[in-house]
T-cell receptor, first 112, second 116 residues
């Protein structure tokens, strides 16, 4: 499985934007970039995914570098409920059932 | 839409005892995952099913852990005998199957196991 590198922790203030980085220098051309987050005492939940182009949904935006070796999850206006561990995961788009392999993630703290 | 159901939510057992966890995935989801999450770590994939067949169980400690998915729906994960280091949250997840990578996984709330 291709490896991702994320900072162990980050801190931000409520109502400010948050940029969560992820490095994946060994990404292959068939890998999608997925983000999940895990709120305290909950199972992980899907946030967003992308391949080459930047993506937006109701939860967040995903900015993907042109060489695809890094990406950034953007929370446009953080709330206290966004405090969670955020995981950046690569998934091969090849045929067959795909594994979902988690790393250590980034623990995001939001200050009121 | 109903989510992934897991039971029990909490379990405390003594070492060397056995324990079983149950998971009911979202209806129609062919892929089912079991994860082990030790406090402070990311979830570790134990086993992945496609319908009732095993796709990956490379991280499953087969001398003590077993899992089955009868009829491609519900699944059980068993530990026998349990060790202290098995204390963790056991998460079940499911997703639609397909070669496309647009298939997000949905997680249950997990079972917190404490081995004393």
């Amino acid at each position: 499985d291709a490896k991702t590198t994320q900072p162990n922790s980050m801190e931000s203030n409520e109502e400010e934007p948050v940029h969560l980085p992820c490095n994946h220098s060994t990404i292959s051309g068939t890998d999608y970039i997925h983000w999940y987050r895990q709120l305290p005492s909950q199972g992980p939940e899907y946030v967003i995914h992308g391949l080459t182009s930047n993506v937006n949904n109701r939860m967040a935006s995903l900015a993907i570098a042109e060489d695809r070796k890094s990406s950034t999850l953007i929370l446009h206006r953080a709330t206290l409920r966004d405090a969670a561990v955020y995981y950046c995961i690569l998934r091969d788009r090849g045929q067959g059932a795909q594994k979902l392999v988690f790393g250590q993630g980034t623990r995001l703290t939001i200050n009121p | 839409e109903a989510g992934v159901a897991q039971s029990p939510r909490y379990k405390i057992i003594e070492k060397r005892q056995s324990v079983a966890f149950w998971c009911n995935p979202i209806s129609g989801h062919a892929t089912l995952y079991w994860y082990q999450q030790i406090l402070g770590q990311g979830p570790k994939l134990l086993i992945q099913f496609q319908n009732n067949g095993v796709v990956d169980d490379s991280q499953l400690p087969k001398d003590r852990f077993s899992a089955e998915r009868l009829k491609g729906v519900d699944s059980t994960l068993k530990i026998q005998p349990a060790k202290l280091e098995d204390s963790a949250v056991y998460l079940c997840a499911s997703s639609l199957f397909g070669a496309s990578q647009n298939t997000e996984a949905f997680f249950g709330q997990g079972t917190r196991l404490t081995v004393v």
